[in-house]
């Protein structure tokens, strides 16, 4: 191997790239990166060129060698790569707006990963990245694949089911935006923390929380009830829980658990969002804008603060330390998406699932889990029966499938709701969709 490491970033035009860039300069010591290759399409060339010459600043400011390419050509940029990174986002925000939009008007959350928008984010995203998996297996076969690309859970499990590619790692920021969240309640340090994760990529719980070494779960379910450590994303609402609920539950929900044990609420504030034009979709691409026109000042050689206003805060420390912990063989312990391997109960052993691993340089070794609470158990089983069957309409195309996977998502509420939605958002995202619409002229 030639001396260094090629990271190949596909969707490097998006507006996170900054945060991996800077995650990169910080850990160069132990995570030498000679060339970062950032990819793009051509609908995204502007915005490659304009976060493409800030990452080359920020390096050169940095004044570390990484050469920083540009290019639209994910072949040349895949060639002998050691890792390759995806972000992209197919049918770009307009198709994240419809997502979001469309379930709403028929009484249904509207969420990019979950209920109707994440079905349709699958059906768009896993056979653009299933090509991608196919290109590595001829440019780098030994290359590791870092998902991002939501819906994770479901992109890597997707992969690691239907493609040659198995040293892929699905990656989110929501449990190490718990860890801090909870650190910050209780106003100490990150590291002193320790947390239990199992279950699925936006679907994980926090089964026990230790503060150096002890066991403080009770302490924090007692905090989380009383609304002293609401933590949560950017891009979801804080609102609380009932605390005689999350007394019950015993455990930490993630944010995004709020869409189901919160749906009547988050539908009707979601739908005041709608009405006022304020999606998340419509609200990121005002904060896209805004950044990008930041990135374009010469001036600036570092990750502009303003980045924070997104929903994937600490993504570059999750990102890069799991490359650090791969590379170097690191053996510390991160949760990320992979396969079960019969870590937790119940699931298929060749499901990805997201759970605490020890990260090896032959890759993340699950840590047991064995049964989740029961009181759980029945949501996790049931969102991955919905991922399964969304997984099997992504690669096939098939309507009926498309319908079963939103008809038993939890937050559809009849396969008559279902069918309409299905119908109305199989139209709006149809040139993204060639599986289902072959003679149409699509779009990746
Ligand atoms: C969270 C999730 C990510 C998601 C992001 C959306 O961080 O973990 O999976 O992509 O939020 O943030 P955005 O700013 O795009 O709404």
Same mark, same amino acid.
């Given at each position: 191997m030639t001396k260094g490491i090629k990271i190949a970033t596909i969707g490097g035009g998006s507006s996170y790239t900054p945060e991996l860039v800077e995650g990169f300069i910080k850990r160069y010591d132990r995570l030498p990166v000679r060339e970062l290759w950032l990819v793009d399409i051509e609908e995204g060339k502007e915005k490659l060129e304009i976060v493409g010459n800030l990452a080359k600043r920020m390096v050169k400011e940095a004044g570390l060698p990484i050469e920083v390419h540009l290019t639209l050509d994910r072949r040349e940029a895949l060639k002998d790569a050691d890792f390759v990174t995806t972000q992209l986002r197919v049918g770009l925000l307009e198709a994240r707006a419809k997502d979001e939009r469309i379930p709403i008007k028929h009484g249904v959350v509207g969420q990019e990963t979950n209920g109707p928008g994440g079905l349709f984010k699958a059906l768009r995203t896993i056979p653009v990245i299933l090509d991608i998996a196919k290109d590595m297996e001829e440019l780098c076969p030994d290359a590791w694949l870092l998902?991002?690309?939501? /819906?994770? &859970?479901?992109?890597?499990? %997707?992969?690691?089911?239907?493609?040659?590619?198995?040293?892929?790692?699905?990656?989110?920021?929501? /449990?190490?935006?718990?860890?801090? &969240?909870? %650190?910050?309640?209780?106003?100490?340090? /990150?590291?002193?923390?320790?947390?239990?994760? %199992? &279950?699925?990529?936006?679907?994980?719980?926090?089964?026990?929380?230790?503060?150096?070494?002890?066991?403080?779960?009770?302490?924090?379910?007692?905090?989380? %009830?009383?609304?002293?450590?609401?933590?949560?994303?950017?891009?979801?609402?804080?609102?609380g829980y009932d605390p005689e609920f999350i007394k019950g539950l015993g455990i930490l929900p993630c944010p995004y658990h709020r869409y189901y044990y919160k749906t009547k609420n988050i539908l009707e504030e979601e739908k005041e969002h709608a009405k006022e034009g304020k999606t998340r979709a419509e609200v990121v691409q005002q904060i896209e804008n805004e950044l990008f026109e930041i990135y374009k000042n010469p001036d600036l050689k570092e990750k502009p603060k303003q980045l924070e206003s997104r929903g994937g805060a600490f993504y570059s420390d999750a990102a890069c330390s799991l490359i650090d912990s791969i590379y170097n063989d690191r053996r510390d312990i991160q949760p990320v998406n992979t396969r079960n391997n019969g870590a937790i109960a119940g699931i298929p052993a060749d499901s990805a699932v997201e759970v605490n691993c020890v990260i090896t340089k032959d890759g993340p070794k699950p840590i047991t889990v064995g049964e989740l609470p029961i009181a759980v158990n029945g949501l996790v089983q049931a969102i991955k029966s919905f991922e399964r069957v969304s997984i099997e309409a992504a690669i096939t195309g098939d309507y009926n499938k498309a319908l079963l996977a939103l008809t038993i998502n939890p937050l559809v509420p009849s396969d008559e709701v279902a069918r309409v939605i299905l119908d109305e958002m199989l139209e709006a995202h149809k040139e993204y969709l060639p599986q289902f619409f072959p003679k149409e002229t699509v779009k990746n």
């Open positions: 998902n991002f690309t939501n /819906p994770a &859970g479901m992109v890597t499990e %997707a992969v690691l089911r239907h493609t040659n590619i198995q040293k892929v790692i699905g990656l989110c920021n929501v /449990p190490i935006g718990m860890k801090m &969240g909870i %650190a910050n309640a209780l106003e100490v340090d /990150p590291s002193r923390l320790h947390i239990d994760f %199992a &279950g699925l990529n936006h679907m994980v719980y926090g089964l026990n929380v230790y503060l150096d070494g002890v066991s403080i779960i009770d302490d924090v379910i007692e905090k989380l %009830a009383s609304g002293d450590a609401n933590y949560t994303m950017r891009n979801i609402s804080d609102m």
